[in-house]
Nanobody, 114 residues
Framework: QVQLVESGGGLVQAGGSLKLSCAAS????????MGWYRQAPGKQRELVAR???????TYADSVKGRFTISRDNAKNTIYLQMNSLKPDDTNVYYC????????WGQGTQVTVSS
């Protein structure tokens, strides 16, 4: 089993920045990629950014140039630096890990006010 714990969400004004963190524990050797999804009420969960164990990154078109995903292997932690935030970025952000199955964190709320 893998446990994922997010932190760093909150309320920020449009144009501001936030940095999310996700710490992984447990059977992390089984994980070959980690990432962030977001989900607004009544909508499907969408991929925001993903990073593989080899450092290959993928971003949703809506966040390219504004968000940066990174990882600290020594701390088993990934980060999502979010800059130039927009009200449309308001969502619950979920950390995910891909291995033999997909693992999910509990989610952290990000609210961007206009």
């Amino acid at each position: 089993q893998v446990q994922l714990v997010e932190s760093g969400g909150g309320l920020v004004q449009a144009g501001g920045s936030l940095k999310l963190s996700c710490a992984a524990s447990g059977s992390i050797f089984s994980i070959n990629a980690m990432g962030w999804y977001r989900q607004a009420p009544g909508k499907q969960r969408e991929l925001v950014a993903r990073i593989t164990n080899s450092g290959i990154t993928t971003y949703a078109d809506s966040v390219k140039g504004r968000f940066t995903i990174s990882r600290d292997n020594a701390k088993n932690t990934i980060y999502l630096q979010m800059n130039s935030l927009k009200p449309d970025d308001t969502n619950v952000y979920y950390c995910s890990g891909w291995g033999q199955r997909v693992y999910w964190g509990q989610g952290t709320q990000v609210t961007v006010s206009s």
